[in-house]
Every structure is written in C-alpha cells, then in structure tokens.
C-alpha cells in the first residue's frame, strides 16, 4: 500500500509533464499549477484520514498513523518538490526518446512485411 501511494502521487506529476507543450521550465510549471493542486489535495484528505489514529488507545494504531503520514509527506514531497526540479534539470523530452519521440508521418501507412 505504501508503494502504491508514493508512485501514485509521482506518477499523477509525471503525466501532466508529459502532456504539457513547451520546454522544460513552462512543462514544470503548467505541472504545478494544474495537478500540482489535486496531488497536495490528495494528501491533505489522506492525512485527514488517519488524523483520527493518534488519539487510538492502541500502540499499533498509533504506530499505523506515524508510518502513513510518513508515507503521505513523502510522496507528497517528492511529486511537488524533487520530481519538478529534476525533471527541469535532467530529462528533455527529444533527447531522452531520441527519434522515437514524435510519430513519424505515414506510421499507419508502413506494412510489417
């Protein structure tokens, strides 16, 4: 479950960069102002949740509630704040596909054999 929830906060990120037109910088910043909202939305009502859990008599609840606001912040963390500026630094589009970025025209011409 833990995993599932960091990928899903990174992977929402990672999405609307790639389907955002322009270079890096406007990618990043277009990535923020639109899924950036619902991603810190997310995890708020996530947190919101398991707020409940502190006031558990029980160790393990408690320990339940640590571990998964854990979890929240640092998925949160790493779609809003690492993936933005690393995607900004290192990854172009063109030069990290190659040719295989943009279909060429007449793909659904060619015939296999």
């Not at 277009?30 to 708020?44: A, F, K, P, Q």
């Not at 790493?78 to 589009?93: A, F, K």
Request: aromatic letters at 14%.
């Amino acid at each position: 479950m833990s995993i599932g929830l960091i990928v899903d906060y990174i992977m929402h990120c990672m999405l609307r960069y790639y389907e955002v037109p322009g270079n890096r910088e406007e990618k990043c910043i277009e990535m923020l102002r639109t899924i950036g909202v619902s991603v810190l939305l997310g995890g708020m009502t996530t947190f919101l949740g398991t707020l409940l859990l502190v006031f558990a008599s029980s160790d393990i609840f408690f320990t339940f509630f640590v571990i998964f606001f854990g979890i929240v912040v640092l998925g949160v963390s790493h779609g809003l704040i690492l993936l933005p500026v690393s995607l900004m630094r290192t990854i172009d589009r063109s030069s990290f596909f190659g040719t295989y970025a943009m279909p060429y025209k007449g793909a659904q011409d060619r015939t296999r054999y």
